[in-house]
């Protein structure tokens, strides 16, 4: 949401493509507001629907000396869940939060080259690279849960070195340099301007953190051991 606030920020406005210019201009009411008000009609009927055919699926009353197992968080904050199977808390917490936010508040200060401001997927090669990077994401992000669950513990091969150099600290520059040496590779290969570099770098994020909270809902079971949804 920051990134797109930024790229109309960048463009000085919403953005009107070229085939839409010599379209008529029409009244926002009822134009517009109608179709609002049907489409939120429609929505509100489905979910009324739904909720008639379907039983919430809600669990026993909470417990108070009895803790379900596994104990999964809401599931918008499941990527994050995820990342402390994998990650020391500190960096879960601290260091990947701040990193987000200083990256976010260092958007709007980034000067482009190009001037196709606002516009997105700017070229063919923009959207060439945005499904390189939707794919490389998937499988980069699986791999490194499968090989996190399946190497040794490294606390128990290196007790002596503190945990947050080993879970915290290594796989952190491990994972930044695939990152870097995955972006500088697309940038040598199709050129990217400045605009399609940051875009496929937030597209690896999102999906990154999407596969992330996939793992969590649907393939963690009893004291989040990784297995398939049918075995939980």
């Known amino acids: 949401m920051g990134f797109h606030f930024w790229r109309i920020r960048r463009a000085g406005g919403v953005i009107v493509p070229e ?38 699926p809600l669990r026993e009353r909470a417990n108070p000396s009895f803790s379900p197992n596994p104990a999964k968080a809401p599931w918008y904050f499941m990527g994050l869940q995820e990342l402390l199977i994998h ?37 063919g090669i923009g959207k060439k690279v945005a499904k390189i990077a939707v794919a490389s994401g998937s499988l980069f992000t699986i791999a490194f849960v499968l090989v996190s669950e399946f190497l040794p513990d490294p606390e128990t091969l ?18 930044t340099c695939t990152i870097y040496a995955f972006m500088k590779a697309i940038q040598k290969k199709y050129s990217l301007g400045r605009s399609e570099y940051i875009q496929t770098l937030m597209i690896l994020f999102i999906i990154s953190y999407a596969i992330l909270s996939l793992f969590g809902i649907f393939f963690r079971g009893e004291g989040m051991k990784l297995m398939w949804p049918w075995q939980i």
């Open 87 to 123: 990650f020391h808390p500190f960096f879960v917490v601290v260091v990947f939060p701040l990193a987000i936010l200083a990256g976010s508040a260092w958007l709007p200060y980034i000067k482009l080259k190009d001037n196709n401001y606002g516009i997105w997927f700017i070229s």
């Open 19 to 56: 085939r839409d210019k010599e379209t008529a201009l029409v009244d926002t009411y009822p134009n517009l507001v109608a179709r609002e008000l049907v489409v939120a009609l429609t929505l509100i009927a489905l979910l009324l629907l739904v909720s008639v055919i379907f039983n919430a």
């Open 158 to 175: 290196l007790p002596s070195v503190p945990a947050l150099i080993l879970t915290g600290l290594v796989p952190f520059i491990i994972v």
